[in-house]
Structures are given as C-alpha cells and as structure tokens.
C-alpha cells in the first residue's frame, strides 16, 4: 500500500500544486502497489472535492483532513476512488475542535493572540472504513465512524 500526504493551497501558505504533486506522486506509488491513499490537509472543501475527481481512478482514497469536523459526504468517485471531505478529529467532544472551550472563546472575544489548550473530557473518534480492491486498488466503499467515550481524557 502506498500512503502520500498532500496539503491545499486555499487560506493556506502557498506551495507547488497538489493536483500535479499529487498526480506525479500517486503514479510513482501505484507502480509499487495498486492500494493507493492519499491525505489531503486543506482549508476547503472546494479543494478537496475536485482532488477527489482529478485523481479519481489514480488512487484508491482521497481522505480530507485539517477542519477537524467530520463532513456527511462520502462517495465513490468514478467508481474507484473513495472520497470524503474531511474525516473529523479524535480527541475531546466538549472542545473547540480539539482546544479548550475557555481558551478558543476568550482569542474570539477578545481579539488577541493566547496559546491554544488541549480540552479535556469526553472524547471522540472520528474515522473511516475502506473497502479497497487489493488486486486493482479500487474502492468498494467508504463508511463514515464517530465513536464517543463516556471516559475523560487523560490529563
């Protein structure tokens, strides 16, 4: 199984083009072995979706991460590519994507710079489950997953 992680370019810092890092890459590792997955770090759905369709048939997945919130859109693109937009966060559910809720809401009202907390409490995980041909490294399916635990996290 190749793995590669590429990041997108919307409200990002500027960098070479997924689209074509992503297609070079995704080549090189299908050579090696047809299971391919590709980690998309982007701000935008936008992005994310239309990576999806330009590697559509390149690699196995496209799974989008980086907003921390699990999207409902899950898809088989081309009848090869699993695809979802973002696949959300592990870590605590009573949180501002993963930071403390005093923290997140005193930067927000307050205008000013204050380091991020891990938030503590329940927690969450977020995933998704692949059903991928190993011979021709075309997706079956995807199924979203969001587990939460009634246990807090550890301090």
């Known amino acids: 199984m190749g793995l590669m992680s590429l990041q997108g370019r919307t409200f990002m810092s500027p960098l070479e083009c997924p689209f074509r890092t992503g297609e ?15 980690d998309f770090h982007a701000e935008a759905t936008s992005e994310k979706i239309a990576l999806s ?3 559509a048939g390149k690699v196995s997945a496209v799974i989008g991460t980086h907003t921390h919130v699990q999207t409902a859109d899950e898809r088989i693109v ?10 959300g966060m592990t870590g605590p559910s009573d949180s501002v994507i993963g ?5 997140a809401l005193d930067r927000f009202l307050k205008l000013r710079p204050r380091r991020y907390e891990a938030g503590r409490g329940p927690g969450m995980l977020n995933a998704v489950v692949l059903d991928v041909d190993e011979r021709s490294g075309a997706a079956g399916s995807i199924e979203r997953v969001r587990l939460l635990c009634e246990d ?3 301090e």
């Open 24 to 38: 070079r890459v995704a080549a090189e590792l299908a050579a090696a072995a047809p299971v391919v997955i590709c």
């Open 53 to 55: 369709i330009y590697l």
């Open 78 to 87: 081309a009848g090869h590519t699993a695809a979802i937009t973002d696949v």
């Open 152 to 154: 807090a996290c550890a």
């Open 99 to 103: 930071m403390r809720t005093d923290v």
